[in-house]
């Protein structure tokens, strides 16, 4: 049994304005979600758009309605048949009208459950009744798609703020690496700068000449600094005549001490002799280079004494 449901005057509006695509896009959401939810609500529904194809088939409609009707409503193929077969019908009790078959429903819907039992009305009856079926299993279909894509729509705007999450998440972790690497060369670069000091140079050079003998308390002597980490002073001695074919050069302190020989020495084509001594050797202090020249009969001939004067610096000496 079909049970017509009365519509408050504010439901019946919000129901006309929907089926009439005259409703707000929130309008149509809430609504939807109402009668997607409750069945009574569905049915008031349904209920207007039945009184909605009764005034269309009637022409009770105003002349603004009909053209939303037109317009919207039946720009759906299964509305338009609905409302072909609602007019059909609409023929069709009119003409059981014109034999007098008494009716008094305000609905050409509710005129199907009353009246006299004639052939005509049973048929019209059945017609109805087959109409309303259809149209009912419509509705439900209908609304069964809707619901479900409604559910589609929400569940893929819930992957897509899922996965905005995960991009924002990801989005913070690597600058988060961006700002660690950052600090790290940052560090880096740092410690690197703190432990970069000047090098100390391979070794350091003093060139002394043969005959140049100077006194200890003179102001010119030839004078070399050694700095720190420095392992080796190198020692060159430039002779004026080459008349030996072998020298012999000695390192001594200004004290007599020896601190290195070199025998069986010659100069170069440029009469420099050069020796490479280790700076452990020295420390502050003068020092004297002996050179002597070695006869064929091994007489030995005292040739030069060069003074120079050892200055080591101290690492904090700046």
């Known amino acids: ?40 609500f569905f049915e008031q529904v349904v209920a207007v758009e039945k009184e909605l194809l009764d005034d269309y088939a009637r022409d009770r409609l105003s002349v603004r309605e009909r053209e939303l009707f037109e317009r919207h ?7 338009r048949s609905r409302a072909k077969a609602a007019t059909a019908l609409a023929t069709k009790l009119d003409q059981l009208k014109d034999l007098k078959v008494e009716t008094r429903a305000s609905s050409w819907w509710r005129n199907l459950f009353a009246g006299a039992p004639s052939r005509g009305l049973v048929f019209g009856m059945a017609l109805a009744t087959v109409l309303l079926a259809v ?20 569940m893929a705007q819930a992957t897509i703020e899922q996965r905005e999450k995960e991009l924002q998440g990801l989005l913070t972790e690597q600058r988060g690496r961006n700002e660690q690497l950052t600090s790290d060369l940052e560090k880096l670069n740092s410690s690197r700068q703190q432990s970069v000091t000047p090098s100390a140079p391979a070794f350091v050079s003093l060139l002394l000449i043969a005959g140049l003998v100077r006194d200890g308390n003179s102001t010119d002597t030839p004078r070399v600094v050694i700095p720190p980490g420095t392992e080796q002073l190198r020692l060159q001695l430039k002779i004026k005549e080459n008349n030996y074919r072998r ?32 700076t452990s050797l020295f420390t502050d202090g003068e020092y004297v280079l002996e050179l002597t020249g070695l006869n064929d009969n091994g007489d030995n001939d005292r040739l030069s004494k060069s003074l120079f004067r050892v200055e080591t610096k101290s690492r904090n000496v700046r």
């Open 1 to 40: 049994m079909i049970h017509f449901v009365e519509l408050s005057s504010k439901h019946k509006q919000e129901a006309t304005q929907y089926l009439l695509g005259t409703a707000t896009a929130d309008e149509q959401m809430a609504l939807e979600e109402k009668y997607f939810s409750d069945p009574s």
């Open 73 to 79: 409503y039946l720009s759906h193929p299964k509305r």
């Open 135 to 154: 149209g009912v299993a419509w509705f439900w279909l209908e609304a069964r798609r809707l619901r479900s894509e409604l559910d589609r729509s929400r």
């Open 247 to 278: 020298y012999r050069l000695s390192v001594e302190t200004a004290n007599g001490e020896v601190v290195r020989t070199f025998n069986n020495l010659t100069p170069t084509s440029a009469k420099i002799f050069t020796m490479t001594l280790p």
